[in-house]
C-alpha cells in the first residue's frame, strides 16, 4: 500500500500571512488538526491546532501572542514531507521517528495530498484484513527459509482461505506470524496446526 492510496486530497491549506484565529477557525470548521502553510501557492511550513493554542497560552515562551498574529510567525519549517509513491509503512516510520502528525504529500512542488496518523491506521486495519469477516491465528516460526511458505501451504491444503498475513521478529531465532483467515473455526483450525507442528499463540490451547 501506498501513500497515495491512504492520503486525503484536496488538500486545505492556510497563507502564512493569515491569521491564527482564523487558521483555528478553518480546523474547527473541517475538524482537522494540521494545516499546511503556503506561500504563493507553494508550501512553506505547517500548523498545528496544538501550536496555535500553545501560541496564544499564558505559558507560552516570550508570552502569549495575539490571535490577529499571522500564522507564518509560529508555523513548523521546514516541512518533512512524503511522495505519493512511498510505501505508508515508510512514512509511518518518519512519523514515528520524528514524533510528528500529519505529512503534506509533495509531487514535485506540487502539494497533492496530506496524511496522518488516522490515515495510517485506517491502512493498518485494511491491511490486516480485520474489517472483513475472518478469524485471527498467530504463531510463532523459526527465522529461517520455507517455514512461511510451510504454514500457508499447510492452510491452503486444508482450504483456509489467507485474508492477510503479517510478521514481526519474536526474538533472534523466531519471527511471529499473524494470519487473517476466512473461517471463525479459529480453534479447530490452531489444533490442526498444533498436529502438524507448530507452534501456535492464538488462539489458546483449550483446558481439558
Same mark, same amino acid.
Given at each position: 500500500?501506498l501513500?497515495k492510496?491512504?492520503?486525503?486530497?484536496?488538500?486545505?491549506t492556510v497563507?502564512?500571512?493569515?491569521?491564527?484565529?482564523?487558521?483555528y477557525?478553518?480546523?474547527?470548521?473541517?475538524? *482537522?488538526?494540521? @494545516?499546511? =502553510?503556503?506561500?504563493a501557492?507553494? /508550501? !512553506? +511550513?505547517? #500548523?498545528t491546532?496544538? &501550536?496555535?493554542?500553545? $501560541?496564544?497560552?499564558?505559558?507560552?515562551e516570550?508570552?502569549?501572542r495575539?490571535?490577529?498574529?499571522a500564522v507564518?510567525?509560529i508555523?513548523?519549517?521546514?516541512?518533512?514531507?512524503?511522495?505519493?509513491?512511498?510505501?505508508?509503512e515508510?512514512?509511518?516510520?518518519?512519523?514515528?521517528?520524528r514524533? *510528528?502528525?500529519? @505529512?503534506p =504529500?509533495?509531487?514535485?512542488?506540487? /502539494? !497533492? +495530498?496530506i #496524511?496522518t496518523g488516522? &490515515?495510517?491506521?485506517? $491502512?493498518l486495519?485494511?491491511l490486516?484484513?480485520?474489517e472483513?469477516?475472518?478469524?485471527?491465528?498467530?504463531?510463532?516460526?523459526?527465522d529461517?527459509?520455507g517455514?512461511?511458505?510451510?504454514?500457508t501451504?499447510?492452510?491452503?491444503?486444508?482450504?483456509?482461505?489467507?485474508?492477510?498475513l503479517?510478521?514481526?521478529?519474536?526474538?533472534?531465532?523466531?519471527?511471529?506470524?499473524? /494470519?487473517r483467515?476466512?473461517?471463525p473455526?479459529t480453534?479447530?483450525v490452531?489444533?490442526?496446526?498444533?498436529?502438524?507442528g507448530?507452534n501456535v499463540i492464538?488462539?489458546?490451547q483449550?483446558?481439558?
Amino acid at each position: 500500500m501506498l501513500v497515495k492510496d491512504v492520503m486525503r486530497y484536496p488538500v486545505l491549506t492556510v497563507d502564512e500571512r493569515a491569521t491564527l484565529r482564523s487558521a483555528y477557525q478553518v480546523m474547527q470548521d473541517h475538524q *482537522i488538526r494540521h @494545516l499546511p =502553510v503556503t506561500k504563493a501557492g507553494k /508550501l !512553506v +511550513g505547517i #500548523v498545528t491546532d496544538r &501550536d496555535i493554542r500553545l $501560541a496564544v497560552s499564558p505559558l507560552a515562551e516570550g508570552g502569549p501572542r495575539h490571535l490577529e498574529a499571522a500564522v507564518g510567525s509560529i508555523m513548523s519549517q521546514p516541512v518533512l514531507s512524503a511522495d505519493p509513491l512511498d510505501p505508508v509503512e515508510e512514512a509511518a516510520r518518519l512519523m514515528r521517528r520524528r514524533k *510528528i502528525g500529519a @505529512l503534506p =504529500v509533495l509531487e514535485g512542488e506540487e /502539494l !497533492v +495530498g496530506i #496524511v496522518t496518523g488516522i &490515515d495510517l491506521l485506517d $491502512a493498518l486495519v485494511t491491511l490486516t484484513g480485520v474489517e472483513k469477516p475472518s478469524g485471527r491465528i498467530e504463531v510463532r516460526l523459526p527465522d529461517r527459509p520455507g517455514e512461511l511458505g510451510r504454514l500457508t501451504q499447510f492452510l491452503g491444503r486444508e482450504g483456509i482461505n489467507i485474508h492477510s498475513l503479517l510478521t514481526y521478529p519474536d526474538d533472534p531465532k523466531t519471527v511471529r506470524t499473524v /494470519l487473517r483467515v476466512g473461517t471463525p473455526m479459529t480453534h479447530q483450525v490452531a489444533e490442526m496446526l498444533r498436529i502438524e507442528g507448530f507452534n501456535v499463540i492464538w488462539p489458546p490451547q483449550k483446558k481439558g
